[in-house]
């Protein structure tokens, strides 16, 4: 589903990304690991339209994204989501799902002018699918609460509700399990191993939590001074001493 190919990106002197390669296969749920400063995020923002690569290219289904402003990718199913969740506090959590779906009738003011019972019925339908994956996600009760007065790990949850709101293809999770409690990091994970497993969305996940990336991810793609070190199943990943020294600071 997406191939990235010598990307590379540069901070004035700082090169953060270095001719890095993999591939995320869809379906399946990846993970990116590696230390602090190792290029994670910087790759993140690169593929979901928030930086422009320096060099290579990021392709997509077989097209060439890299470069395309954000907005542009969500249409086309890539989604990302935050170490800190950046929900609108002053909406409910439903209706924090209810504006996620693009193209709505009542984003147009014509529209709204000609065609009100328009508005109101695709109102109705996108209401109804925002309270199913409400449900889904075990937050109906919170439905109608500010989604300011949510826990970290429940504002994780929603932010996944919003993925889903939007029929997502590819859904970049940065640090999900970052600030949650360990019941909800349950919780967390399980949502997103039914995603993956019941709708099939494809996943590409950064985490520090190993457990939860060796939970959940196969492969796991291994970042070091923004270069690919390896790419293997976790108990692979774990045992190869380059990068216990990356993780322990050895190497250069």
């Given at each position: 589903m997406l191939k990235v190919e010598n990307l590379e990106k540069n901070f004035g002197g700082l090169q953060a990304v270095r001719g890095c390669s993999f591939e995320v296969e869809a379906g399946r749920i990846t993970g990116l690991i590696g230390p602090n400063g190792a290029g994670k995020t910087t790759i993140f923002n690169m593929i979901a339209g928030a930086e422009r690569p320096s060099g290579g290219r990021i392709v997509f289904e077989g097209e060439d994204i890299a470069g395309l402003p954000t907005h542009t990718?969500?249409?086309?199913?890539?989604?990302?989501?935050?170490?800190?969740?950046?929900?609108?506090?002053?909406?409910?959590?439903l209706e924090n799902l209810m504006v996620v779906p693009p193209d709505q009738v009542g984003e147009n003011l014509l529209r709204c002018w000609l065609s009100a019972g328009?508005?109101?019925?695709?109102?109705?339908?996108?209401?109804?699918?925002?309270?199913?994956?409400?449900?889904?996600?075990?937050?109906?009760?919170?439905?109608?609460?500010?989604?300011?007065?949510?826990?970290?790990?429940?504002?994780?949850?929603?932010?996944?509700?919003?993925?889903?709101?939007?029929?997502?293809?590819?859904?970049?999770?940065?640090?999900?399990?970052a600030g949650v409690n360990p019941t909800l990091l349950i919780k967390l994970a399980e949502m997103i191993r039914r995603l993956n497993r019941e709708r099939g969305y494809t996943f590409f996940i950064i985490e520090h939590d190993m457990d939860l990336i060796g939970s959940l991810c196969d492969p796991v793609i291994v970042l070091a001074e923004g270069r690919v070190l390896m790419t293997g199943d976790m108990e692979t990943v774990r045992r190869d001493p380059r990068v216990q020294d990356a993780y322990l600071g050895g190497g250069e």
């Open positions: 990718l969500f249409h086309r199913g890539i989604l990302r989501t935050f170490q800190i969740p950046h929900e609108f506090g002053k909406l409910t959590v328009g508005v109101a019925r695709q109102e109705v339908e996108i209401r109804a699918r925002a309270e199913e994956v409400l449900e889904f996600l075990s937050l109906a009760p919170l439905g109608d609460d500010l989604a300011e007065t949510l826990s970290g790990g429940q504002k994780k949850l929603l932010e996944l509700g919003r993925t889903m709101m939007a029929e997502a293809r590819l859904v970049l999770l940065d640090e999900p399990g």
